[in-house]
């Protein structure tokens, strides 16, 4: 029976130069990695922006010293390069939140028809909120709640001490409430 190898020890394997102990890492990490780049903004470019991540991690792995795991370590790589990306642009559209925006149509034809019509009304109203929050706010909330990251894992990828992660993420939490609630009166 074949033990599955840690992250610290594909590193080591890695370091020591070999090449398909890296392929390991990157089959391991490249739908985090995504999802991070999706909802940090890059949209359909996420596969290039992951792409030059990998690259990027794989040429300054020797910089990693293991304070933070590798998955944060390689996320905050990738948060990095959305936010390069978005320079590039010189775009502000802020954070795409499709993989919170499912197809309506597809949920439409399961279960009670209602349900889902309100589901999507709800999920659309928060999209919405999402995208009027500073970019700040937005990035916090999406690795803290849609990407699941620990307030440490938020951190590390966001470069902010864990105690900002907290503050900012219940600031934007309050925001996005309140503009959820303004639009419910507003449609009420």
């Not at 840690?6 to 370091?15: A, L």
């Not at 922006?49 to 590798?70: D, H, M, N, P, T």
């Not at 149509?105 to 500073?134: K, M, N, Q, S």
Request: include cysteine.
């Amino acid at each position: 029976m074949e033990v599955a190898l840690d992250d610290d020890e594909i590193v080591t394997r890695v370091r020591a130069g070999d090449r398909e102990a890296y392929d390991l890492l990157v089959a391991r990490h490249t739908a985090s990695a995504y999802r991070t780049a999706v909802l940090l903004g890059a949209g359909s470019d996420a596969e290039d922006v992951i792409q030059e991540a990998f690259v990027k991690a794989y040429r300054k792995l020797s910089r990693w010293r293991g304070e933070a795991s590798f998955r944060s370590w390689l996320l905050a790589i990738v948060a990095n390069e959305s936010r390069n990306l978005h320079r590039s642009r010189g775009r502000r559209d802020g954070l795409a939140l499709r993989a919170a925006a499912a197809d309506p149509a597809t949920e439409a034809t399961a279960g009670d028809g209602l349900d889902a019509v309100l589901a999507a009304e709800r999920r659309a109203a928060l999209v919405g909120a999402l995208r009027r929050l500073p970019d700040r706010d937005r990035d916090v909330l999406a690795c803290r709640y849609l990407l699941d990251l620990t307030e440490d894992e938020t951190g590390t990828v966001l470069g902010l001490p864990r105690g900002t992660v907290k503050s900012r993420a219940h600031r934007a939490l309050a925001k996005l409430r309140g503009l959820l609630d303004h639009e419910a009166v507003r449609r009420g």
